[in-house]
């Protein structure tokens, strides 16, 4: 039985143009480290690489988020803190103006000094991070607290009757997670919201030498500062949580960024030990053709 010398090519030609193809593709790999190079060449793992991707997304606007909420719980946590240093002076002050030794013109003088404080605790209270007001709720577009006057027009702290809240009751909240959120911003009206009255009523007291006035607000200044110390409480234990959100989502980030590596990236020492034996299997395909073409047809033997 004869072969014919032109199927013996043909399979001679289709093994060498298929361990060629087979090492250009181990040396693709190894040069990329990409599993993936085409659509074509694993729909199932790019449908899992573009899962991942998402999900990397996802991370880092909750990591950008979370940061945005602790530049304003520390802010929130500061201004707090010095409201409530500018309320022991008032009460200081009050206490001493309670002595009979301080007359009218002493009076006088610290309502022009509760002014100044309370002028004070108006601008730490109207507190923005990058432009947006803290205690807005979430108007944080409108500044929170103005001085008004009878007649509703805004007017400065020496002919001020009231502080008006401009924002709204429902605290601004980030996104910590897909199924959760936090409170980072507050509702300065529940936090400050009569505080101004007692405030303005002190500066009134001492203008007006009024003793027993100036006594009536040391209860209701004392509560406000026990009012605010409790919020600092609320405050400083968001963060904690949100302390306790980022470090659970540094671990996440880690562990789906490898999830990602995974997916996307060769084992390097398996491809290159892979290309070693596409390169043999080349190199023995190179050499099988070489002797066929070489070799008489059988029919020089017949």
């Not at 999900?55 to 945005?68: V, W």
């Not at 108007?139 to 502080?163: C, H, L, Q, W, Y």
């Amino acid at each position: 039985m004869k072969v014919a010398t032109l199927t013996v090519y043909k399979h001679i030609q289709d093994r060498a143009e298929y361990t060629s193809n087979a090492l250009n593709e181990a040396i693709d790999t190894v040069t990329s480290g990409r599993k993936i190079k085409k659509l074509s060449d694993d729909p199932f793992r790019l449908a899992l690489m573009l899962d991942t991707r998402a999900e990397l997304a996802d991370i880092d606007q909750f990591e950008r988020n979370l940061e945005m909420g602790a530049a304003w719980l520390s802010s929130t946590e500061e201004s707090l803190r010095k409201v409530q240093d500018r309320l022991a002076d008032l009460q200081v002050s009050a206490l001493a103006m309670l002595n009979d030794s301080y007359n009218k013109s002493d009076r006088e003088l610290a309502a022009i000094s509760a002014e100044e404080v309370i002028n004070d605790i108006v601008q730490v209270t109207n507190t923005d991070v990058n432009g947006r007001y803290i205690y807005s709720g979430t108007r944080t577009n409108a500044e929170p607290f103005v001085f008004m006057n009878n007649k509703g027009e805004i007017v400065d702290v020496s002919e001020a009757t009231r502080v008006t809240y401009r924002g709204d009751n429902q605290p601004f909240k980030i996104q910590t997670q897909n199924d959760e959120e936090l409170d980072v911003g507050s509702d300065g009206s529940e936090i400050y919201g009569n505080m101004y009255d007692t405030l303005l009523k002190l500066r009134d007291a001492f203008r007006n030498n009024d003793v027993d006035a100036i006594e009536e607000q040391l209860d209701p200044l004392k509560a406000h500062q026990e009012h605010i110390s409790a919020e600092n409480s609320v405050v400083g234990f968001r963060i904690t949580r949100l302390q306790f959100r980022q470090s659970v989502l540094d671990g996440v980030d880690i562990t789906t960024q490898q999830k990602l590596a995974n997916l996307e990236e060769v084992d390097m020492t398996e491809a290159i030990s892979d290309l070693s034996i596409k390169e043999l299997m080349y190199q023995a395909s190179l050499s099988a053709s070489s002797k066929v073409i070489n070799m008489k047809t059988l029919m020089d033997y017949i």
